[in-house]
């Protein structure tokens, strides 16, 4: 069996550019991938529910309860 990848939650800080694709204040499913990160870039699934790297001062990581990640990947699910 293939062992469940942790989600990782950062919250937008900065949408200069980007008014549609952002919202300031809200949390994004972000996936980690080492070739964005090395270009200071981080792969967001934005309002478009499709995953764009950004630059990544624009978020800050969080940690949620498994509570908190569960419904907020159903809702990203819906």
């Known amino acids: 069996m293939k062992k469940k990848e942790p989600a990782h939650f950062v919250v937008c800080l900065d949408n200069e550019g980007y008014p549609a694709s952002l919202e300031i204040g809200k949390l994004y499913r972000f996936i980690p991938d080492e070739k964005a990160e090395a270009e200071g870039l ?7 529910g499709e995953d ?10 969080i940690s949620v309860p498994t509570v908190v990640e569960k419904a907020l990947l159903a809702a990203s699910h819906s």
Request: charged share 35%; aromatic share 24%; net charge negative.
């Open 52 to 61: 764009y790297a950004f630059d990544a001062d624009r978020f800050h990581p």
């Open 42 to 48: 981080i792969r967001v699934f934005d309002e478009s």
